[in-house]
């Protein structure tokens, strides 16, 4: 059965274990599998951080299901990289100015909270991931340089580095290629990273020779002069030689990253094969997008943030958007949310109706897994949706959730059954309808070509004594049809007459919640008001 599990966390783990029948074929034994998430301590932690851990916390449950060998996931952060520019969304911007070009690690920390600018930023993205129960293992650049940990590769770089060299050059320009080196020295005199170039390398002994003589997008050099061992922190190797170092290092078997990054990818892939490893299983997603179809950045502090989606959406409603289609580009705005928790709604649904391994296929297996494996029931029967909440909250123009939750009943006899979820959808219903519905309804009345449609179901409801959403929406569509409009234009006039906006639920549902009686005053109020 296992076998026939398409969700693509369970393709992703087929490809871990096909890896590892390779290397055990060459007689490497795996006591465990390690999978890999990278962080660049520039920014805050945004949805994009959360987006790469948790889909690679999903690849690890689709693994530990189709395995029984342990898994660690390694969440690690960039922190010997040099601050480039100063980030927009800081304060103190004038202290950090004076040490661009350094290590994050020994830059000071701007929110004056840590011992470093990186200190405080690894400290937001551990307690960021924690707040949502990550399992993880939290490994810093600076403490596996300045630990020695990555000694025995630096070694391995510095024994082979005409063939590190001979990955990276034929990708640079012409002019860049003859003073390209893997390393990056650390200025001994002003501490600088960016500003220094390797002069000459002394493999016998495991050191280099460097000059701090380069500029740096304005970043100065002192001119200091000097020869150093390669290990002991004080170099690093540049981005693509580094992603090699920790997967040849760690022996990691899974890393994906964004598809801006498949060139480093490629080219990393081919030099931990240069220094005698293998490169893990993984593959490419797409990135977020702005409501103005522009990559979130964390450094300018762009894009919707997690505390944004949790005011008006549950963080399983972000799980379920995250989990579709990885590696297609999505807009991630404001107006995705309201459809997010509707999806998310209905993959409960479907995943109480089935069972076994029918189930792990389902994003609730993996979004609520620790709920799942721990037998609680994550499945939800009712009939109420949030975008029902949405359209409800907005005709009732109140605040109160039991003048809400009377009518959800009156729709729903059986909703307190989830009176929880519902409970919750009402205040982040509240809040979204406050802050984006309010300042946008526009009513309007019906063009005199729809008024002889409006009235035949002014009069079916009427005489209507019943309250089927279906026999309402049939009445609704019949209307329209009969009467020979356009029925995407009937539709968007009720829409503009009760809601102020275009779109809006089945027309036969929101009768049904709302009331007959109700609906029917409520017609007859736009008309007699001219909205």
């Not at 020295?185 to 020779?209: A, F, L, M, N, Q």
């Not at 019949?478 to 906006?501: D, H, I, M, P």
Request: proline content about 4%; charged content about 30%.
């Amino acid at each position: 059965m296992s076998d026939e599990l398409t969700s693509w966390p369970f393709e992703e783990a087929r490809s871990i274990l096909e890896k590892i029948e390779r290397e055990e074929a060459t007689n490497r034994k795996h006591e465990h599998v390690l999978l890999e998430t990278g962080f660049g301590p520039s920014g805050l932690p945004h949805i994009g951080t959360f987006a790469e851990v948790a889909r690679t916390t999903w690849v690890r449950h689709a693994f530990e299901h189709l395995s029984d060998l342990p898994t660690k996931l390694y969440a690690f952060s960039d922190d010997m990289d040099g601050l480039r520019k100063v980030p927009e969304n800081i304060p103190n911007q004038d202290l950090i100015l004076e040490h661009l070009g350094k290590p994050l690690c020994d830059i000071p920390d701007p929110f004056e909270e840590e011992d470093s600018f990186s200190g405080y930023m690894n400290a937001k993205l551990r307690g960021f991931l924690d707040s949502f129960g990550f399992d993880y293992e939290f490994k810093s650049s600076k403490d596996q340089y300045r630990g020695g940990v990555f000694d025995e590769g630096l070694v391995k770089i510095l024994e082979n580095y005409d063939a590190v060299r001979g990955v990276i050059t034929p990708t640079l320009r012409k002019e860049n290629r003859e003073a390209w080196s893997p390393f990056f020295p650390i200025c001994e005199s002003c501490g600088k990273v960016y500003t220094t170039r390797v002069t000459d390398i002394h493999p016998e002994d495991g050191e280099i020779s460097y000059a701090c003589d380069q500029s740096f997008r304005n970043i100065d050099s002192c001119g200091h002069e000097g020869r150093m061992s390669v290990t002991g922190g004080n170099v690093k190797v540049g981005w693509k030689v580094d992603w090699a170092l920790r997967w040849y290092v760690f022996d990691v078997d899974y890393e994906m990253y964004g598809k801006d990054l498949i060139e480093s990818a490629e080219l990393s892939a081919k030099i931990v094969r240069k220094l005698g490893g293998e490169p893990p299983a993984g593959f490419f997603y797409e990135m977020f997008l702005d409501e103005n179809g522009q990559k979130i950045s964390k450094s300018v502090g762009k894009g919707l943030t997690i505390d944004e989606w949790l005011r008006y959406g549950p963080l399983e409603s972000l799980g379920w958007f995250i989990f579709q289609s990885p590696q297609k580009a999505k807009k991630l705005y404001f107006e995705v949310i309201p459809r997010s928790v509707d999806k998310f709604l209905e993959a409960r649904q479907e995943f109480g109706r089935t069972e076994g391994e029918e189930q792990l296929d389902n994003p609730t297996w993996f979004v609520e897994h620790d709920k799942v494996e721990a037998g609680d029931d994550v499945g939800y029967e009712a009939d109420i949706s949030y975008s029902m909440l949405l359209n409800l909250v907005n005709v009732l123009n109140t605040d109160d959730k039991e003048v809400v939750w009377k009518y959800i009943k009156r729709y729903d006899e059986d909703a307190d059954q989830n009176k929880e979820i519902i409970d919750d959808m009402i205040d982040r219903a509240l809040r979204y309808y406050r802050d984006f519905v309010l300042p946008t309804k526009e009513y309007e009345l019906p063009a005199d070509e729809m008024m002889p449609a409006l009235e035949q179901f002014r009069e079916f409801l009427e005489g209507y004594e019943g309250n089927d959403a279906q026999e309402i929406q049939s009445a609704c569509y019949s209307a329209g049809k009969e009467n020979e409009v356009s029925l995407g234009k009937w539709f968007r006039t009720l829409y503009r007459l009760l809601l102020g906006q275009d779109r809006g639920p089945r027309v036969g549902t929101f009768v049904s919640v709302y009331g007959v009686d109700e609906t029917l005053a409520l017609i007859d109020e736009r008309l007699e008001e001219g909205v």
